[in-house]
């Protein structure tokens, strides 16, 4: 029988409300994970990244559309439910390891502390512990409090805090956005040593441009939207001694760049094509033996395209304007209140 996959989204939708405003995150965004698959997501800051891990992770909720986790069909489920989707099936790590870390404790009481509270600190889940110490590289330092670590070593022990409730997926938010080029590739080798030791699925979101040579799949988001895949056609990694990082063999990888349509059959064509080919809101596509030509329209409609235009600049103007309004009637309420206080205590 075929593997199943263990994330599935479907047509996800999000929209915020933000100071008045509609702010859509994801349009009809679609995303598969199998088991045991290291997917990177990258796109520009605002694109819908970090939204569709907070979908995936049980920490927010589509406008519409549906996720479906392993066994969990996360958009049906209660709050509680979620709690406990999320203590039992998934690992967070994010940007910041002070957000997994408590600062006064070691290494290795940081990630005794989940088990402590749970009262689950056995003599199983302590060689757990050493375990994932191990794959982390970490036992020397393992009884050194967070002010003697690296940024490195920090995201490491975090690692481990992620991982102490034996999940089957690992979401990691940018884990190198605050290391340098060495410490990010010494995180992605981990990374993917966790992932074959422990089987796990891990999905990561970076701008890292270096970390197609780790994972098994890029996926580029754009506007809300996947847009492309990249995958790597040869997958081969010797490891040798990894510990500084330096002594790693990846063989040369064979990429191709797809794109991906969407459940309403919608194709991003990126924007330097239609650019170069003079592609403007119309196309003429033909179907041709086993290909699909797309050709721009000569004397596309020039009158419409401006009248769209002054439409998308006045409705960027106003929203400008609602921003503004709202934050300076906030400013005045603020400054009134202070002004009060203080008229208040002189008398």
Not at 97 to 120: D, F, V
Not at 286 to 303: F, G, H, K, S
């Amino acid at each position: 029988m075929d593997q199943q996959p263990i994330i599935i989204c479907d047509n996800l939708v999000k929209i915020y409300q933000l100071l008045g405003l509609e702010i859509v995150a994801l349009q009809g965004l679609d995303f598969v994970a199998m088991p045991g698959e290291f997917v990177a997501i990258v796109g520009a800051s605002g694109s819908g990244k970090s939204t569709l891990m907070s979908m995936i992770g049980g920490l927010d909720r589509p406008t519409s559309g549906w996720v479906h986790v392993a066994d969990y069909e996360l958009t049906k489920m209660s709050e509680k439910e979620l709690n406990d989707y999320r203590q039992r099936e998934i690992g967070f790590i994010w940007q910041h390891a002070s957000r997994n870390l408590l600062p006064y404790l070691t290494a290795r009481e940081n990630i005794q502390l989940p088990l402590l509270i749970k009262g689950a600190l056995n003599a199983e889940n302590q060689a757990y512990i050493e375990q994932l110490l191990d794959l982390v590289e970490m036992k020397e330092r393992a009884d050194h409090r967070l002010s003697e670590l690296s940024g490195g070593e920090q995201q490491r022990v975090a690692l481990c805090v992620a991982l102490i409730n034996r999940p089957q997926i690992l979401l990691a938010d940018e884990p190198t956005g605050e290391l340098d080029s060495n410490l990010a590739q010494q995180m992605f080798t981990t990374l993917r040593r966790l992932q074959r030791e422990l089987n796990l699925t891990i999905v990561v979101v970076s701008h890292d441009i270096e970390i197609a040579r780790f994972v098994d799949r890029v996926m580029t988001i754009r506007d809300g939207r996947v847009a492309t895949e990249t995958l790597k056609q040869k997958n081969e990694v010797a490891d040798g001694d990894e510990g500084d990082g330096q002594s790693e063999h990846e063989q040369e990888g064979i990429y191709e760049e797809l794109g991906i349509f969407d459940s309403a059959g919608s194709i991003h064509i990126p924007d330097e094509f239609r650019e170069r080919l003079g592609i403007q809101r119309r196309a003429r596509i033909e179907l041709v033996d086993d290909a699909i030509i797309i050709r721009a329209v000569a004397n596309d409609d020039e009158t419409t395209l401006q009248t769209i235009q002054q439409i998308r600049d006045k409705k960027t103007e106003a929203s400008v304007k609602t921003q503004d309004n709202v934050l300076e009637r906030i400013y005045q309420k603020v400054t009134t209140r202070l002004k009060n206080r203080k008229s208040i205590k002189g008398k």
